[in-house]
């Protein structure tokens, strides 16, 4: 198999995890081919998680914007509440399949960490979540479920204390015990074969989403977008769109406090080639090569790097990445709120950022797809906390 | 000239890694020249990294520590040269992860460490599968790049990572991040052994020495015993420590 996307990716790993990810392919490879393997993986993501997710118009919110229509892939409904559980189910079955009894993972909004936990309890493995420190305090609310869900949190307080630092906890975690644990890794990212599954668990979206579209509208969007983290719901997304190139893809990238003031979290808009968590990639980092801390309102986008295949398609122009900073996905968050009743997580609020910023640009024949990848709950107290700071509260 | 043969040929090796510009610049220095006097061969120079994802609490840090305070890949480069300058027979080691090194350009950094008397190179996170982006540069400018070998690698892939390499094989004796241990693993010998039907390149073995008894156990069964944490956790206390901790582990070695 080809480990590489154009000069990213690969598998930058110290020599201990190579045969772990070497297992972890051939186990994929051989799934990945095995009806049985599909079967279950289906049948749960139909009675479990719910699948498929809507397809919604958010008529009230075009309207109001008075141009293009903007159609909302509901991944805020699924179980456990975004799209990371379409990637855990995968990765768990995987991990049943090798006889791996337990698994840990990294999270940063703890989205990934929730859904981690969630399966670990299906299938009866111990579970153990590595979270920065800065992030177990911002997303409390996903903490305490993944406590209910009987999972250990370990609270990582290294560097920055957020998803990069958590990475590095759960990679050294692996290098020590790879034989008894299976490492979820949350994000199309890492080393391969990670970034290959973990798209094609993902792809679920675009898949669903594209034959959703063609039947509610008789014909394909113009531009579908999502928010880029290390790229998983993205690419998911993306992945349904592969042999259309009149649809435009789009990945919004977290801004921070705006790209010139060096706080934000934008990988591909604002970062340098690197090798980090076993790839080559974007990364953001200093003049010496050493990774920078990132900033965000967004938990899970404050993370330097970005996955090998959207570097590839940035590159080539296969796809566009675009910035949205803390206000407008604040601002975002709440126009959906208000316009829709749909509380949206702050990470998806960023692609719809983008799509409030187009929409007025374009006639009502044009269709945007947001992917709204997770609801909003746990980002309340984070939200609340914003507006204090920056007076917009009444 | 090959100054890691000949050292190897001489004897057996006390190779000692220290996170440079820990816990400064200057005591560093006098640290690793310490070292040297009391009978090291051969010195690891670890670049600080951000992410340090194969080490343990210790060299991870001395790490944000020595990057706190400025160190970068330069900052090391000139360290190696002054070194070098002072102790000509001495083995030099860039042990670093891949970014730093990336960012300057492999190129670039391999003219600027053949320029600083650098021997090779042990690149952390570059298995076999990647490793040709760097050993072109690296042999160009007459730099081995150091295979490392773990105790899960099997043997067809052992053969594959020691073919057409040079210098020595650095054997990881547990699998893991750096670190002390309290025992080493009873089966480093038969792993070591597999490496040497294998290649004609010594064998050096690293991860979790920090006693005299450790350094014994490694030294009967490897070509040179590599020792990390314990000399970085030494350097936090004094150049005598460090001295000390040198003079210790080669007491251990018999020597
Ligand atoms: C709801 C939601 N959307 C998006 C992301 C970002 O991840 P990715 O870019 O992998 O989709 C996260 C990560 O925590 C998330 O929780």
Redesign the pocket.
């Known amino acids: 198999m080809n480990m590489h996307y154009g000069i990213y990716g690969g598998q930058y790993v110290p020599e201990t995890l190579t045969g772990a990810l070497r297992e972890l392919e051939q186990t994929y490879l051989e799934a990945k081919d095995d009806p049985a393997f599909h079967g279950e993986l289906d049948d749960l993501l139909k009675h479990y998680v719910g699948r498929e997710s809507p397809l919604y118009y958010a008529k009230r919110l075009s309207e109001h914007l008075g141009g293009s229509r903007i159609y909302l892939k509901r ?2 409904l699924n179980h456990t ?4 559980v379409n990637n855990t189910l995968g990765q768990a079955l995987l991990a049943r399949r090798m006889g791996k009894k337990r698994v840990i993972a990294e ?6 960490g929730v859904a981690t936990a969630t399966v670990a309890a299906l299938f009866g493995m111990e579970c153990e979540v590595f979270m920065g420190a800065v992030d177990v305090a911002r997303q409390a609310p996903n903490v305490d479920r993944m406590h209910a869900l009987g999972a250990h949190v370990r609270s990582i307080t290294d560097g920055g204390a957020t ?1 990069k630092d958590a990475m590095n906890a759960a990679l050294r975690e692996w290098a020590s015990c790879s034989d008894t644990t299976f490492y979820v890794i ?4 890492g080393p391969y074969p990670y970034p290959m599954l ?1 798209k094609d668990f ?1 792809s679920v979206i675009g898949k669903e989403t594209r034959r959703q579209c063609l039947e509610m509208c008789g014909r394909l969007p113009d531009q579908v977008v ?11 997304m993306f992945a349904g769109f592969e042999d259309t190139p009149n649809v435009r893809r789009i990945g919004v990238e977290a801004g921070g406090m705006g790209i010139q003031t060096g706080q934000h979290a934008a990988s591909i808009n604002g970062g340098k080639v690197g090798i980090l968590h076993g790839m080559k990639a974007y990364f953001l980092q200093d003049t010496d090569g050493q990774m920078r801390d990132t900033y965000s309102v ?4 404050d ?1 330097p790097g ?2 090998p295949e959207h570097c590839l398609l940035a590159d080539e122009g296969r796809a566009f990445y675009e910035v949205a900073n803390d206000d407008e996905a604040v601002a975002a968050f709440d126009m959906l709120c208000r316009y829709e009743g749909i509380i ?5 609020s960023h692609a719809l950022a983008f799509a409030i910023r187009e929409a007025p640009r374009h006639g009502h024949d044009h269709i945007i797809v947001v ?1 709204l ?3 909003g709950d ?1 980002d309340m107290e984070n939200i609340r906390q914003y507006k204090e700071k920056h007076g917009q509260n009444r | 000239m090959d100054r890691i043969a000949d050292i190897f040929a001489a004897r057996k090796p006390l190779i000692i890694f220290t996170s440079v510009g820990y816990p400064t610049e200057s005591r560093c220095e006098d640290a690793v020249c310490a070292a040297i006097e009391k009978g090291a061969d051969i010195i690891e120079l670890g670049v600080p990294f951000s992410d340090p994802m194969a080490d343990g609490p210790v060299i991870s840090a001395a790490s944000q520590t020595a990057i706190a305070a400025g160190m970068n890949v330069h900052k090391v480069i000139a360290f190696a040269a002054r070194i070098r300058s002072r102790h000509p027979k001495t083995g030099l080691v860039l042990f670093s992860y891949m970014n730093p090194l990336l960012h300057l350009g492999y190129d670039h950094t391999c003219t600027l460490l053949a320029e600083a008397g650098v021997d090779a190179i042990l690149p952390v996170d570059l298995p076999l599968e990647e490793r040709d982006e760097l050993l072109e540069p690296a042999r160009s400018h007459g730099l081995h790049i150091i295979p490392l070998v773990s105790p899960l690698t099997p043997e067809e892939r052992i053969i594959r990572i020691v073919k057409d390499m040079s210098g020595f094989v650095y054997y990881i004796n547990v699998a893991g991040v750096t670190g002390e241990r309290a025992a080493l693993p009873p089966n480093i010998g038969e792993h070591i052994a597999i490496i040497k039907r294998h290649t004609a390149l010594p064998v050096a073995a690293g991860f979790g020495i920090a006693s005299a008894e450790a350094a014994h156990a490694a030294a009967e069964v490897a070509d040179g015993v590599i020792s990390g944490s314990g000399f970085v956790k030494a350097c936090s206390q004094s150049t005598e420590s460090a001295a000390d901790f040198t003079a210790e582990l080669l007491r251990g070695m018999g020597r």
């Open positions: 991944e805020d509440g975004a799209h990371k999270t940063g909004a703890g989205m990934h998803l949350g994000t199309a990212a973990v993902q999502a928010c880029v983290g290390g790229g998983s719901n993205a690419i998911g967004s938990a899970g986008l993370y970005v996955g949206p997580a702050l990470e998806s992917n990848s997770g609801r746990k």
